[in-house]
């Protein structure tokens, strides 16, 4: 069974600028999440899909960043426009069920870097 | 607001000599609480999830127990290849998502 993919698995961008992260659960797998780690924090959740659904946004930071997930497939995190704090590890994790003695799998990860 | 607390942040060990990780949380109703390890550069990695005071698992050389305030991760006789960030998470009953500590990063000397 492939895992979680995500690509890049670096960027560097310049503030202002615009970045795109993707995320490929496995397959099967309706519940994505994202989640991001900044420098010294502990790992903080973004946004839970269900499906093409978003079914939480709560820890979505402000507008400046989008979650889509097409056709209930991979899903994508675009920053726009990048800030310095916005610098991290974005992680995606994915998970087939509800119930009980379920694990999340969680990708490698994205590290952003915003100079 | 759900919170998650690991001590200690950093543990040295003697290959061979054996330890506890400590996770205290406070959840609005706990719906499971999870532990995963994490190598640098890669992803968090599932080892357990836990669901009630007194819920005890075991994987290898790793034991998790759950109390109603805490669970703790025993490591016995470990090995230089068990070095890692091994962190830990709740969820809540009227949630999805996960809380994380902080972690607590392990080094296993040869």
């Known amino acids: 069974e492939a895992g979680v993919t995500q690509f890049p698995s670096h960027s560097v961008i310049e503030k202002g600028q615009t970045v795109t992260l993707r995320c490929d659960p496995i397959s099967g797998h309706d519940n994505l999440y994202w989640y991001r780690r900044v420098m010294g924090k502990e790992i903080k959740f973004l946004l839970h899909f269900v499906k093409e659904s978003k079914q939480d946004e709560s820890g979505m930071p402000n507008n400046r960043f989008l979650a889509e997930r097409t056709g209930g497939t991979y899903s994508t995190l675009k920053v726009q426009p990048a800030e310095l704090e916005d610098s991290g590890v974005y992680f995606c994790a994915s998970s087939g069920s509800t119930g009980p003695n379920y694990g999340y799998t969680f990708g490698s990860g994205t590290r952003l870097t915003v100079v | 607001e759900d919170q998650v607390t690991q001590s200690p942040e950093a543990l040295r060990l003697q290959e061979g000599e054996s330890s506890s990780l400590n996770c205290s949380y406070t959840v609005s109703g706990l719906r499971g609480l999870f532990w995963y390890r994490q190598d640098p550069g890669k992803g968090p990695e599932f080892l357990f999830t836990?669901?009630?005071a007194g819920e005890e698992k075991e994987k290898e050389r790793l034991k998790a127990t759950l109390t109603k305030k805490e669970s703790f991760l025993h490591i016995t006789a470990p090995k230089p290849e068990d070095s890692a960030t091994y962190l830990c998470?709740?969820?809540?009953?009227?949630?999805?998502?996960?809380?994380f500590g902080s972690g607590t990063q392990l080094t296993v000397l040869p």
């Open positions: 836990l669901y009630s």
């Open positions: 998470a709740v969820q809540a009953n009227s949630a999805r998502q996960l809380t």
